[in-house]
């Protein structure tokens, strides 16, 4: 079993095109970045970090502690079958999907994910933008079907570190779209433009972490159209660069609304769709398409009900189609 | 390398990073170009929100737009991108007297969020139409 973390190496890199990218940025973007929204996002990596480091251990001996509980043997070197490797990275970027939907679907788990889409800027910098809350959240609970299948917990770990890597150069806007066969199987930056953006056609699509096809197979794709513009960040922007309500903001949300709330709505202020509410007062991303799609479509019946103008002397003699 | 020592060499890659983006004056000189595009930003804080009377700031930083059922959005430069909000019952406008020129100060009611002050024509008009604004929130 290999004995690093690919992700501590993985870091220079993440650095040195960070860099690369600013300088992009400079020539043909100036405003993709931002030095208060950059060192915000940074900072956020930087905390995720240290949770990652405190809590990882509680993790890792719960993990353990199941896999005794497995339902296939790989065997004491369970690293040297090799298939399982693959099997596994595929299996945990699944895992990854069905997290990353709940993460969107139920506010509880969307309290720690809305720190990693807080940001109206989309540049490598904001794929650093990681929870400190995850554990909190108890996100790794997506992970357990993994150790129960028989896969080892240190297995998973190291295919999980490799999907989070992947996931760092689709945060970028200076590239546009990657080959046709690619673009069918694998998540790419214009897949996940989609995914942070806040635009009604695109809220609460493309959910996936390295294959793409998940969300092809499970209804939730969405592709990047050229005549919409892409707007970053959440649906009511957060308006300020304070690290600390950029961090805890929807917990404080959370609390807040489970006050007020009268007792039969309490749950549903914890387990319901970010933006639901009892009395209807906010919108849900299905709510703000659903409204998307109604104005659009009056719009399509208001323009397609003007009359035909009585200057083009061909339309003058025929009824509008 | 130590947990410690790997803490300061990120925190220490962060700050250069930052300070890089600073000196490549990245995200500066962004500003509300017209009526229309502060027609989009509000579209963006109120999916739907048709401005009847729309007033830009002096410096092109902010905007008011307020519809024909009376709700108002205000919208507020923030980093390279603009932040918005439907002002409500928590919020307020007053008139404040900048070098003897009356500018709007509006508080939206949150604190992080921050007061914005406004130099545009007639302010007056706008305590107003804020101070009478009673819209519920309206967010996901």
């Not at chain 1, 660069?241 to 961090?247: A, G, H, I, P, T």
């Not at chain 1, 009268?262 to 749950?267: A, T």
């Not at chain 2, 490549?24 to 804080?45: K, P, S, Y």
């Not at chain 2, 009847?52 to 009376?70: M, P, S």
Request: hydrophobic share 45%; proline share 5%; glycine share 8%.
């Amino acid at each position: 079993m290999p004995d690093f973390s690919p992700i501590d190496f993985a870091v220079p890199f993440f650095v040195a095109l960070v860099l690369i990218e600013m300088i992009w940025a400079r020539r043909r973007r100036p405003e993709s970045y931002e030095p208060r929204d950059t060192l915000t996002s940074l900072a956020f990596g930087l905390g995720s970090s240290v949770a990652g480091l405190l809590t990882g251990g509680a993790v890792l001996a719960m993990s353990l502690w199941l896999y005794q509980f497995r339902l296939f043997d790989f065997g004491d070197e369970w690293w040297s079958v090799w298939w399982a490797w693959p099997l596994c990275f595929v299996l945990d970027d699944l895992g990854y999907y069905v997290f990353h939907r709940f993460a969107h679907r139920v506010r509880w788990f969307w309290a720690s994910h809305v720190n990693h889409h807080s940001s109206q800027h989309y540049n490598l910098s904001t794929a650093l933008r990681q929870s400190w809350t995850g554990f909190f959240a108890l996100s790794f609970i997506f992970r357990i079907p993994l150790t129960l299948l028989g896969f080892h917990p240190a297995m998973i770990l190291f295919v999980g570190a490799f999907n989070l890597i992947y996931q760092f150069w689709i945060h970028t806007e200076a590239i546009g779209r990657m080959p046709r066969w690619f673009e069918a199987v694998m998540n790419t930056p214009s897949h996940h433009r989609v995914h942070h953006a806040t635009n009604p056609l695109y809220l609460d699509r493309n959910y996936a972490g390295t294959f793409i096809v998940w969300d092809r197979m499970f209804g939730t794709f969405q592709a990047e159209t050229d005549s919409e513009r892409i707007r970053y960040g959440i649906v009511r922007q957060l308006g300020t660069f304070n690290l600390l309500w950029s961090v805890f903001h929807e917990w404080v949300g959370i609390a807040q609304d489970m006050w007020r709330a009268p007792w039969r709505h309490k749950l549903s202020y914890l387990l319901r769709e970010p933006g639901w509410t009892h009395d209807g007062s906010r919108e849900t991303s299905d709510m703000i398409r659903a409204r998307w799609l109604q104005s659009r479509g009056a719009a399509a019946v208001s323009e397609a009900e003007k009359p035909v103008p009585n200057d083009n002397p061909i339309a003058g003699q025929e009824k509008p189609a | 390398m130590g947990f410690f020592a790997q803490f300061l060499a990120s925190l220490a890659a962060i700050l250069v990073l930052a300070w890089v983006s600073h000196w490549m004056e990245l995200g500066r000189g962004i500003r509300i170009r017209d009526a229309a595009h502060a027609q989009a930003l509000a579209d963006e804080v109120v999916c739907g929100f048709a401005a009847e009377e729309t007033v830009i700031d002096e410096t092109g930083k902010a905007a008011l737009l307020r519809d024909r059922n009376g709700r108002i959005v205000l919208i507020k430069l923030h980093g390279a991108q603009f932040s918005g909000r439907l002002l409500g019952p928590g919020s307020g406008a007053l008139l404040r007297n900048d070098g003897g020129r009356p500018k709007l100060e509006i508080n939206p009611g949150e604190r992080l969020f921050g007061t914005q002050i406004i130099d545009i024509e007639r302010p007056e008009d706008w305590v107003h139409w804020i101070n009478a604004a009673k819209a519920p929130h309206h967010y996901a």
